[in-house]
């Protein structure tokens, strides 16, 4: 099982990394994920997605083929 740091954990997955100076929160990625994995920050001045439990990807790249920001960058794909 792959051990994340506390600054990347809520960043990525084992298959999806976020760039969150491009998430416009839409959130047409959590809408997509059909795992729960994404989650978000919704404050006034302070809005994107984040990874609530990086466990729960499977790999389907879903979130990836809904973002229209290409803020979610796929590191790999399941067989």
Request: charged fraction near 25%; include cysteine; glycine fraction near 4%.
């Amino acid at each position: 099982m792959r051990q994340h740091s506390h600054a990347t954990r809520h960043n990525d997955t084992k298959y999806i990394q976020f760039d969150r100076s491009k998430c416009q929160a839409c959130w047409k990625c959590i809408e997509s994920c059909p795992n729960g994995v994404i989650g978000k920050i919704n404050m006034p001045f302070h809005k994107h997605v984040r990874v609530d439990d990086p466990d729960l990807c499977k790999g389907c790249l879903k979130c990836v083929k809904a973002c229209l920001q290409k803020a979610i960058i796929p590191l790999q794909q399941v067989c």
